[in-house]
């Protein structure tokens, strides 16, 4: 599919450099970059949230005009002729505005009007815009009435209208569950398939850089390399390990891995623990660890992009210890059998529509449990009902032993909770929110400042004690509003996709801190998008219109869906081919 | 760089801008909110001013104390009964109409002292002591007026009766223009539609401009053809049919509701309500266009176009009383010449001495600020 | 004891978030300071500069003494003679004066047979208002000189001499009765802002979540919204009751207790509504659309620039509801005729009421958005 024609980019940028004005002096976003794109090619941009991506797609669209450097969209350059170049590509943003009191219908004449789109090609057009998307059904529907996924494919489909040959997409797959990310891959390969089209893709989801020809890494503003996946994964080959304990979760065993020498990055998986390391000699085990099998595995993208990261990113100190938060285990880690969250026959209804139906599981004290589930799959509502945050309408919900519903405020007392969005005062400084949460849970004098101490401490939060919190580096926001979940030693903790919008180094890390704490004890329940994440729990259910479709540890679920044409499925293969499955019964030919 | 925002009228100019109209027609409909805005609030506005603001004095208690009852005190309180203004309330005594008045049961007391009809027989001095509520003053003012008036009608009618006394020797002849019953509701209802007009001009272009803005639609907009020229067109259009529909309703009100007279003529009165609601819409694609964020707009709209348009527009206090500062500052309110235009519309007709100065001054507001937006808006998001 | 250090807590929090943010201090200050300076310097009655004309066909001395009177007075503006009959239309048409003063041919005539002579006054009514006060100015200039004209040709003063005073305000200051009243608005718009916005910006901003999985229970979380709303409620209102003594002069006869029980009151129910309107809105924008749709109604209807007893007797009963009518009557009470507790019950028990029935509300919709 890749023209071998250098020569003639369709799109060149060749010192680009855009700063902000910020409260010190001025903040760099794109430093210096050059790049092009071969038409008919799927470029990947990859980087974390803050990295520059979403600039460098205004740049190109000519909604900023860069400090210095050029840029040349199909021999037009986007600062001085923005029109020539929005007349021409394709530009899908993040967050793509679909007028949602418009049908399907109209938002795609919105566009073709825009765009001038003559009348006679207009129903061909859209008619292969419909059955692409798959909206065909939908189309007097209220865009507002989509459900996640389909709202981007109607995005894509506005977008795709009047034939652009470049078409820009700011990570069109934020926010959409691994089912519809795959559906609307599934539509971009068609495209350039189809249509020769040009595509540039930025995304925060490491795994999909597979999909592309082409890679460019962007971090901190800066291009950390460039070139087709097999090129990064070749770099790392044999450097990629598994390490196995029999019959043991390796999870308390990671941080000494990580700090072995010559050990690059190291991640749970299940109850393995995935190595890169410096060279393709396998590791030593750390000391003391027992029994350990290590044996190579492929390598992976993710494994370049955190070598090509952690070079760059100096000063990780990885004698550090991972700090105890915790004055006293809760009830001295003893983890077997002992129940910490019981859910029963657990059912909430919005009207008709029933959103959770006869939910059952049980989470084992010092548990690391993950709930997993496509958009609209009762994920939310569950959760929220845990937190205490909904009544539900039916079941029993027991935390520590007491009934939720009959003792709220003891449930309340032993919970910490971590919002999706970041969910503390702003405009309060670090240590004013710290005072004030561990007020509410009743922390008081001189226990009360040590407490706020200590954590601060743990979660190098100190050095920033009297800045707001909305002013924060993302990184230590994050730390924050754990932080301050912590205060009162929660033998339970709940967390609503906690590293959405975290770079891969800081959710790393942020784990660490997780996995130290289910150590000690701590039952940790989370939910999350990204499915490398699921790897990292010891066992997760999956959601599915409100009723539980699969649960079990990572490995078993795996395992269900393992067959002859799929010897050694990933998570997300799992996930898709279970959620696929419950759609379409058993038997009726898909 | 950057190129003039106004690119001149590109090839596709109508195609683009009417989708925008008919995209921003089909919004206003499905949405309920701002058909609400455009239409409900001016009636309920309306309504609630109509009837709530009324500067009219009617019936006003007036205690009444005779220390002692004769003709001549009578037909004083007999002048005062058959005022539409003042209803006389009797108390016994002096210290118990104080209280009352104290108590604000009465704004005020007429007191007719022992002596009063003995005095009066024999044309001496007859001393007619009246005490007014200053707490409201201008209720208070209205209130002396009226008795007064009452005063010197029963002594023109002792007059008449008696001799030759030359008792008034200068008499006022008062003639008022255009509002002859002196109703405060008629000068009221015009100045409150240029306040409702403001409203839904400014704050209902505020809101909404703003939302594309908080959805993302905006950016998505910008990536296409459409030049911001033609995006505003595209705005400006359906709220300002929507505004001069809005404005329908609350003329339709005041002359079937109210009963406002209307003097002028329609042509007019649409033709000046245009030049406004231009002015108000340019307001409000200003204010969004600076705010982008529908929490922030809302405020400043009501900040800077609602307040004024009540206050500093002289529909309810008078601009020439102000303070010099402030009789200034009530030149850049545009309301302030559009209530002027809609009392003389209504009240006095079409006087071209009021209207023409008035309409070019409308004219150049609309002018500044559609000229301000358009150069300061661009397809940028910086 | 513990539960009342965490209401204090979550009190001390919404202090600051209140005035730690640049938009929300903006919220709490610059509005109802705008509104203090441009009401009560703006928002009067009285008339000063009125442009008016004069047609003189009298060519005798008593016209031009009782010319002189206008043009002296600071209350009128002379801009034009007229000479014709038809000039006059067109300066009242095009509103270059509100007045024309005509004096006839033979005004000075009668007066010197002892015949009643005439003064014509012809009115702009456009405004009516501003009309009635302009003649009343009239009236007075016109019956000061007759009076003096009796006394200087030694002819019999009238009989029954009118004497008019006005108690309270003297020389019938509008602003005496607008800037006490102002109190009561602007107090009646902070209350209800701080309150109407503060939840529906926690859950914009998610923190509402994260207060409702701590142990506080809901009355605790609306004490802590209660507070900070009376403290600055009580403060603002200090300021401008400050701001009217010291910059207006505004007489502060009654009692201070009086007044703040009024305000104690008052508060209460502005801080029940703005809770309500809190607890049934989801965002900030509903919540501002909520506390404006009240306030523009409740501030009309409160008697606040035109009396009550004006309005029709339907809406009459409808400002019973009204909570700012009451503290209007109290604040002006209050200020300009000495009253003290005793003279105002009427006044605090239906305040009273309206405000623990909000807050009784407020709290039942708080607790079943909660579930």
């Known amino acids: ?590 | 760089m950057r190129r003039p925002a106004f690119p001149g009228l590109r090839p596709g100019f109508k195609g683009r801008v009417w989708a925008l109209i008919v995209k921003e027609s089909r919004q206003i409909f499905r949405d309920p909110s701002s058909l609400a805005i455009a239409f409900a609030l001016p009636f309920v506005l309306l309504l609630i001013f109509g009837y709530g603001i009324s500067l009219d004095a009617r019936h006003v208690p007036i205690a009444v104390v005779q220390d002692a009852r004769t003709p001549a005190s009578e037909g004083l309180v007999a002048g005062l009964r058959n005022s539409p203004w003042l209803t006389p309330r009797p108390y016994p005594d002096i210290h118990s109409a104080v209280e009352a008045l104290k108590l604000a049961r009465v704004d005020g007391i007429l007191w007719l002292r022992e002596d009063f009809g003995r005095q009066v027989l024999s044309f001496r001095n007859a001393p007619v002591h009246v005490v007014v509520d200053g707490v409201d003053a201008n209720t208070a003012r209205l209130v002396e007026g009226y008795l007064d008036q009452v005063w010197e009608t029963w002594l023109a009618q002792r007059n008449q009766r008696g001799r030759d006394l030359s008792i008034v020797p200068v008499d006022l002849e008062a003639r008022l223009w255009f509002n002859p019953d002196n109703r405060s509701r008629d000068f009221l209802i015009p100045g409150l539609i240029a306040v409702i007009m403001t409203l839904i001009g400014a704050l209902l272009t505020a809101l909404i401009v703003a939302r594309e803005w908080e959805r993302g639609t905006m950016e998505a907009l910008f990536v296409t053809p459409a030049s911001i020229l033609e995006i505003l067109v595209g705005k400006f259009v359906p709220y300002f049919v929507l505004g001069m529909g809005g404005m329908g309703i609350t003329v339709v009100m005041a002359t079937a509701l109210f009963r406002i007279p209307l003097r002028g003529s329609i042509p007019v009165l649409t033709l000046t309500s245009a030049l406004f609601l231009s002015a108000a819409l340019g307001m409000g694609l200003l204010i969004s266009t600076l705010a982008k964020n529908q929490f922030v707009a809302g405020q400043i709209a009501i900040i800077v176009t609602f307040l004024p348009a009540f206050i500093l527009s002289g529909f309810i206090f008078d601009i020439q009383s102000m303070p010099a500062p402030i009789r200034m500052l009530t030149h850049i309110v545009p309301a302030r010449y559009f209530v002027s235009i809609l009392q003389t519309v209504f009240l006095a007709g079409d006087i071209p001495s009021v209207i023409v100065p008035n309409a070019v001054a409308l004219a150049l507001f609309a002018l500044f600020f559609l000229a301000i937006v358009l150069a300061i808006s661009h397809k940028r998001l910086e | 004891m513990n539960r009342i250090k965490r209401i204090l807590r979550l009190a001390q929090k919404e202090f600051l978030t209140l005035l730690a943010d640049r938009k929300s201090r903006m919220t709490v200050i610059v509005p109802p300071l705008i509104q203090l300076l441009v009401f009560s310097f703006a928002a009067t009655f009285e008339l000063n500069n009125i442009p008016y004309a004069v047609w003189n066909e009298d060519p005798g001395l008593h016209s031009r003494q009782l010319l002189a009177r206008f043009s002296g007075s600071p209350n009128f503006h002379l801009v034009g003679t007229v000479r014709h009959e038809e000039e006059v239309a067109p300066l009242i048409d095009s509103r270059t004066v509100l007045l024309v003063l005509h004096v006839p041919r033979d005004f000075s005539r009668d007066l010197l047979l002892h015949r009643p002579a005439t003064v014509q006054a012809i009115v702009d009514g456009r405004e009516s208002n501003t009309a009635m006060i302009l003649l009343g100015y009239v009236r007075t200039i016109v019956m000061d000189y007759g009076a003096g004209y009796l006394s200087d040709s030694g002819s019999t003063p009238p009989l029954a001499p009118i004497v008019l005073r006005a108690w309270y305000n003297p020389n019938l200051k509008s602003r005496w009765f607008i800037v006490p009243g102002l109190v009561g608005v602007i107090t009646l718009v902070i209350s209800l802002l701080v309150t109407a916005l503060s939840v529906s910006r926690e859950r914009e901003e998610g923190t509402f979540d994260q207060l409702l999985v701590t142990p506080l229970e809901p009355f605790d979380i609306l004490m802590g919204k209660i507070i900070p709303g009376f403290v600055i409620g009580i403060l603002e209102a200090t300021v401008i009751v400050l701001f009217a003594t010291l910059v207006f002069h505004v007489p502060l006869r009654g009692s201070l207790a009086a007044l703040y029980l009024g305000l104690f009151l008052f508060i209460l129910s502005g801080l029940g509504v703005g809770l309500m309107i809190s607890s049934v809105v989801t965002t900030q924008q509903q919540g501002l659309l909520g506390a404006f749709l009240f306030m523009v109604p409740a501030i009309i209807l409160s008697g606040f620039a035109t009396p009550i007893q004006n309005m029709p007797k339907i809406i009459q009963d409808l400002t019973l509801l009204d909570p700012l009518r009451y503290v209007l009557v109290i604040l002006r009470q209050v200020f300009l005729k000495g009253a003290g507790v005793g003279d105002l019950w009427s006044q605090y028990g239906p305040l009273a009421l309206i405000g623990s029935v909000t807050m009784v509300l407020a709290a039942l919709f708080f607790r079943r958005r909660l579930g």
């Open chain 1, 1 to 590: 599919m890749v023209p071998d024609d250098p020569a003639s980019p369709i799109l060149t940028v060749s010192g680009l450099l855009k700063t902000f004005p910020s409260p010190a002096g001025r903040e760099t976003a794109l430093n210096g970059i050059s790049f092009d794109l071969a038409p008919g090619s799927v470029t990947g941009l990859i980087g974390p949230d803050g990295a520059g991506k979403t600039t460098l797609m205004r740049l190109l669209a000519g909604l900023f005009i860069p400090d210095s450097g050029s840029i040349a969209v199909m021999g037009h350059d986007p600062a001085s002729d923005p029109l020539s170049v929005q007349g021409t590509i394709g530009y899908m943003p993040q967050k793509f505005g679909l007028y949602e009191d418009l049908t399907v219908q109209e938002n795609l004449d919105l566009y073709a009007d825009l765009h001038s789109l003559p009348s006679e090609g207009r129903r061909l057009r859209y008619a292969s815009l419909l059955s692409m998307t798959g909206l065909g059904p939908f189309t007097g529907r209220l865009a507002g009435n989509l459900s996640g996924g389909m709202k981007q494919k109607l995005g894509l489909a506005c977008t795709l209208v009047h034939r652009p040959p470049l078409l820009l997409l700011d990570e069109p797959t934020v926010g959409v569950d691994p089912v519809s990310r795959r559906e609307l891959w599934a539509i971009l390969k068609q495209l350039v398939a189809d249509e020769g089209s040009t595509l540039f893709v930025s995304t925060a989801y490491l795994d999909e850089a597979e999909r592309c020809d082409k890679i460019l890494i962007l971090y901190n503003g800066e291009i950390l390399g460039s070139g087709p996946p097999e090129m990064f994964r070749r770099e790392v080959s044999g450097r990629s390990f598994r390490a196995t304990s029999p019959g043991q979760s390796l999870r308390a065993l990671e941080p000494q891995f990580y700090r072995l020498p010559g050990i690059v990055d190291s991640v749970l998986q299940g109850n393995t623990l995935r190595l890169v390391s410096e060279s393709t000699a396998p590791p030593d085990p750390p000391p003391g660890a027992g029994q350990i099998q290590l044996e190579p595995v492929p390598a992976r993208f993710e494994d370049a992009f955190m070598v090509r990261v952690l070079e760059r990113a100096s000063g990780i100190d990885r004698s550090r210890e991972t700090p105890t938060l915790y004055d006293s285990a809760p009830r001295n880690g003893n983890r077997e059998g002992e129940t910490a969250i019981s859910v029963h026959d657990l059912t909430k209804r919005f009207g008709a529509f029933i959103a959770v139906d006869r939910v059952a599981f049980s989470v084992l004290r010092g548990e690391v449990f993950g709930l997993l589930g496509a958009n609209g799959a009762g994920k939310t509502t569950t959760f929220r009902m845990l937190a205490g945050l909904l009544p539900p309408d039916e079941g029993v919900l027991t935390l520590d032993g007491m009934d939720m519903r009959r003792s709220p405020a003891y449930a309340r007392q032993r919970l910490g909770y971590m919002a999706q969005k970041f969910s503390l005062y702003t405009h309060l400084t670090v240590r004013q929110n710290l005072v004030f949460y561990s007020s509410a849970y009743g922390l008081s004098g001189v226990r009360q400042k040590e407490r706020v101490q200590r954590v601060a401490r743990a979660f190098d939060l100190e050095s920033f004690f009297e800045t707001q919190s909305g002013l924060l580096p993302q990184g230590f926001r994050q730390r924050l509003a754990l932080a301050a979940a912590l205060m009162h030693e929660p033998p339970i903790l709940l967390l609503d996709e906690p590293t959405s919008g975290m770079d891969p180094l800081a959710r790393r890390e942020f784990w660490r801190v997780i996995d130290s704490l289910a150590v000690l004890g701590v039952t940790v329940m989370v939910t999350t998008h990204f499915m490398e994440e699921a790897e990292y729990c010891d066992r997760l259910v999956i959601l599915d219109r409100g009723r539980i479709l699969a649960v079990g540890n990572p490995a078993e679920i795996k395992a269900r869906v393992a067959g002859p044409d799929l010897p050694n499925p990933t998570l997300e293969d799992a996930f898709v081919t279970l959620l696929s499955g419950a759609a379409a019964p058993a038997g009726s030919a898909r």
